[in-house]
T-cell receptor, first 110, second 114 residues
């Protein structure tokens, strides 16, 4: 399947910090989706992007669909403790199946 | 508005056995996709059902099969279970329109093969 490279693999946040993560691919996608997964649960959709160059916000979250259609980033502003979890990017194409990155694990810095 | 539901929550089987997992899509959705998520990895696409037919398939052997019912609910069947089939199995539903496919996930079924 298509390979998505998600970085960083993990990050530590301090409350109030802005954090950023991104996803790149060698393939073009028509849709970029960002999900958050808590332990033992299914992924929850955070933001969906449908057009190259699109910038979309959902509360403190902002994501962009790269102009080349091969990348996307997710920013979290003013992080809070409940932002911890695993964030996944997913790319969708005309074949209706999603390809996922390996995830970015966000942990609170002690 | 009910979201995607899956049953059972957890399942323990032994090698060689067969298992059936169930999924009910979100209200208004007509397409169901199944994913396997191994520990520490992202979900891997197994297959997708639309109009009661398998429309797309990922890189999984024929031991993995499925079904979609007229009410859009779906089953995933795995035969001749292997230890490596232990994973979280996720169902995702969507409304097929155009080429975009925004999928919503259920809570998953944790399968352990001993």
């Amino acid at each position: 399947g298509q390979q998505l490279n998600q970085s960083p693999q993990s990050m530590f946040i301090q409350e109030g910090e802005d954090v950023s993560m991104n996803c790149t691919s060698s393939s073009i996608f028509n849709t970029w989706l960002w999900y958050k997964q808590d332990p033992g649960e299914g992924p929850v959709l955070l933001i969906a992007l449908y057009k190259a160059g699109e910038l979309t916000s959902n509360g403190r979250l902002t994501a962009q669909f790269g102009i080349t259609r091969k990348d996307s980033f997710l920013n979290i502003s003013a992080s809070i403790p409940s932002d911890v979890g695993i964030y996944f990017c997913a790319g969708g194409s005309n074949d209706y199946k999603l390809s996922f990155g390996a995830g970015t694990t966000v942990t609170v810095r002690a | 508005d009910a979201g995607v539901t899956q049953s059972p929550t957890h399942l323990i089987k032994t090698r060689g056995q067969q298992v059936t997992l169930r999924c009910s899509p979100k209200s208004g959705h007509d397409t169901v996709s199944w994913y396997q998520q191994a520990l520490g990895q992202g979900p891997q696409f197994i297959f997708q059902y639309y109009e009661e037919e398998e429309r797309q398939r990922g890189n999984f052997p024929d031991r993995f099969s499925g079904h979609q019912f007229p009410n859009y609910s779906s089953e995933l069947n795995v035969n001749a279970l292997l230890l490596g089939d232990s994973a979280l199995y996720l169902c995702a539903s969507s409304k097929r329109q155009g080429w975009s496919d925004t999928q919503y996930f259920g809570p998953g079924t944790r399968l352990t093969v001993l």
